[in-house]
Nanobody, 120 residues
Framework: QVQLVESGGGLVQAGGSLRLSCAAS????????LGWFRQAPGKDREFVAR????????AYSDSVKGRFTISRDNAKNTVYLQMNSLKSEDTAVYLC?????????????WGQGTQVTVSS
């Protein structure tokens, strides 16, 4: 089992920045990929970014590319999402999720989420 805990959300003005953290515990050595998703009220869950636990290869959705940066600190078992130039449409609950090495195509573990609110 892998436990994921997000932090760092809050209220920020448009154009501002926030950094989210996702701390992994438990069988964190079994993580293949860690991703960030978001869900706004009344909308489907949306992929934001992901990073390979080993190697650090990253990918982003078009809506955040150039504004958000995902990174990892393997020593701390933590992944970060640096969010710059925030827009009101970035308002959502942000969740991190992990793909285990045993099922690399499936996000099997999810955190509880952290709220990000961007005021215009």
């Amino acid at each position: 089992q892998v436990q994921l805990v997000e932090s760092g959300g809050g209220l920020v003005q448009a154009g501002g920045s926030l950094r989210l953290s996702c701390a992994a515990s438990g069988r964190s050595f079994s993580i293949y990929t860690l991703g960030w998703f978001r869900q706004a009220p009344g909308k489907d869950r949306e992929f934001v970014a992901r990073i390979l636990w080993s190697g650090g290869n990253t990918a982003y959705s078009d809506s955040v590319k150039g504004r958000f940066t995902i990174s990892r600190d393997n020593a701390k078992n933590t992944v970060y999402l640096q969010m710059n130039s925030l827009k009101s449409e970035d308002t959502a609950v942000y969740l991190c999720a992990a793909q285990p090495t045993t099922s690399p195509g499936t996000y099997a573990y999810w955190g509880q989420g952290t709220q990000v609110t961007v005021s215009s």
